[in-house]
């Protein structure tokens, strides 16, 4: 595993995003890993490592959380600088197309960036999220995001993570533990903050105040311009993506194939082999 970083730009001036890289650095088989609303590259870890021999895999930290700079600006955090920020990584790594496997808003970037002309994802990984999120979802998302309580310690903060993540399935006890860590960083006086900077929550609690609440939010027009292969995973108990929803984009737009796995919400993880031999299999087959 390679620690580096990739300066990208705002309307409010630079900043850096923090990106781990694992595999051959020349390899030209490359898979981006984006991560969810509050997560980290660096849940990517086992992923990562156990694809490592095929792919050059990346794994950034979205601005705003993890290693990566906060912004000055709370009203820029949102898709289109993710996508900015994004394309500018892509040209980093100096790869003519990419394979790329997004958790939730990682998988919203990563429409966004597929379903324009000429893009340079060519297969598509959408891990519990698609053009239809429920409302009931973003109703629990709404509770936590940017309430960012303070932890004595690493068990206090484990606890935390368990509860608020309980949807993510039966994990280890090394599963969690390593998620733990990577959400939390400490801070000067000693006691532990989550890892990402409570202003991303902003622009999420305004739209939902501009609409009356949390409401369905639709994206069938970006879904349906989507043209490369493209799977979608659902967690068996996903409050987020519906089976309706899987259905519809198996039909709609790039007819993706589907794969729901059993006694997880949102999101899968992909910690175990079982759950990184769903993308090994999806991409060597598109990839022949």
């Known amino acids: 595993m390679r620690e580096r970083k990739v300066q990208c730009l705002s309307p ?16 030209p088989r490359v898979l981006v890993c984006v991560h969810g609303l509050t997560r980290c590259g660096r849940d990517f870890d086992f992923m990562a490592q156990a694809l490592a021999d095929e ?57 966004a960036l597929a379903a324009p002309e000429n893009s340079p994802i060519a ?13 009931e979802a973003i109703a629990r998302i709404g509770e936590y995001v940017g309430r960012t309580p303070r932890f004595a310690d690493l068990g206090q903060a484990e606890i935390y993570h368990r509860v608020v ?38 622009p999420f609690r305004q739209a939902m105040q501009v609409e009356g609440g949390a409401r369905n939010m639709t994206l069938w027009t970006m879904y349906e311009a989507i043209r490369c292969p493209t799977l979608v995973v659902r967690g068996e108990n996903s409050d987020l993506l519906t089976r309706e929803t899987v259905a519809e984009m198996a039909r709609r737009g790039p007819k993706a194939a589907t794969v729901e796995v059993a006694a997880v919400g949102h999101a899968p993880t992909f910690m175990d082999e079982a759950q990184v031999a769903i993308v090994r299999s999806f991409l060597a087959r598109e990839m022949r």
Not at 12 to 27: L, Q, R, S, V
Not at 123 to 135: K, M, R
Not at 191 to 202: C, G, N, S, V
Request: aromatic share 12%; net charge negative.
């Open 165 to 202: 993540f309980a949807s993510f399935g039966q994990l280890s006890d090394a599963q969690w533990r390593h998620l733990t860590e990577q959400g939390v960083r400490q801070a000067d006086d000693g006691l532990w903050d989550i890892h990402y900077d409570p202003a991303i929550a902003e």
């Open 55 to 111: 792919f050059r895999v990346i794994c950034p930290d979205v601005v705003g959380r993890g290693r990566s700079s906060w912004l000055k600006n709370p009203a820029l955090y949102g898709i289109p600088q993710y996508c900015t920020d994004l394309v500018t990584l892509l040209a980093r790594l100096d790869a003519e197309t990419v394979n790329w496997f997004g958790t939730s808003m990682g998988g919203l970037i990563g429409m």
């Open 123 to 135: 297969h598509l990984v959408l891990n519990d999220v698609g053009p239809v999120i429920s409302a």
């Open 12 to 27: 409010m001036g630079f900043h850096d995003m923090a990106y781990t890289e694992w595999g051959d650095p020349a390899n």
